[in-house]
């Protein structure tokens, strides 16, 4: 299976233009199984609702969930999970954070992929103006996941780098997908500015394959797309 990990920039590219179009060719042409959207917003413009991530579900065929993190006058922002197979239940887990610091959140859905084998796909993105949020936010997402009976895999923007202390809390259970990799994922970025993941939670069920970083967009958003290759057996 191919899980996909984008943080789509609140549904507007670097001109400050919808790219909801744009989004959508990404997906079809990389024809993901699962994908991890971050800063999707639901707006009410006009008097009407423009939900960015069931726009993209219609467009897809894809089932959906959606993570409220944070509301204002215009609507929410949050967090979307797109899947190819529907979600028995879905959780949103509220992560810790410092006084004064944007609400953030850890999503999951419980997908059944057949008779043996059940997973977790879980969505985060973590606060970037703070160090100390993110490294405690990131340790927090670790402590929730980590027992999982089931195989978790994880889509995230860390806004941090592989030698940042938000990183080290999953160094010890967790396959990351590129790791190694100096490939940055944030486009205004150099070489290392590695600050999207994809992680699988040890268990020997679960294989990552291979990882990329979809660069053939570059105006899309301030991040690149990402996305790995899962086998389980």
Request: charged share 20%; proline share 5%.
């Amino acid at each position: 299976m191919k899980l996909m990990s984008f943080n789509i920039r609140h549904g507007l590219n670097n001109q400050e233009e919808s790219n909801l179009r744009d989004i959508l060719r990404i997906i079809k042409e990389n024809d993901p199984d699962l994908v991890a959207l971050q800063a999707v917003d639901s707006l009410v413009d006009k008097g009407k609702v423009q939900f960015q991530l069931r726009q993209i579900a219609a467009q897809t065929g894809m089932y959906y969930s959606y993570a409220v993190a944070d509301t204002n006058d215009n609507g929410t922002q949050g967090l979307g999970i797109l899947s190819n197979w529907p979600m028995e239940k879905t959780q949103v887990i509220h992560l810790p954070k410092t006084p004064g610091a944007d609400p953030k959140v850890l999503q999951c859905g419980l997908i059944k992929l057949s008779r043996s084998v059940t997973f977790r796909f879980c969505n985060s993105r973590l606060e970037y103006a703070s160090v100390m949020d993110r490294a405690l936010q990131a340790a927090y997402i670790n402590q929730m996941l980590v027992n999982s009976v089931q195989p978790v895999l994880l889509g995230m923007d860390m806004g941090a780098r592989p030698n940042e202390q938000p990183y080290f809390s999953f160094r010890r259970n967790w396959q990351d997908a590129a790791r190694g990799s100096q490939m940055q994922t944030w486009n205004e970025g150099l070489p290392g500015d590695r600050l999207d993941y994809i992680f699988a939670l040890l268990n020997n069920k679960v294989r990552i394959k291979n990882y990329k970083v979809i660069r053939n967009y570059p105006d899309v958003s301030d991040h690149y797309p990402i996305q790995a290759t899962i086998e389980f057996w």
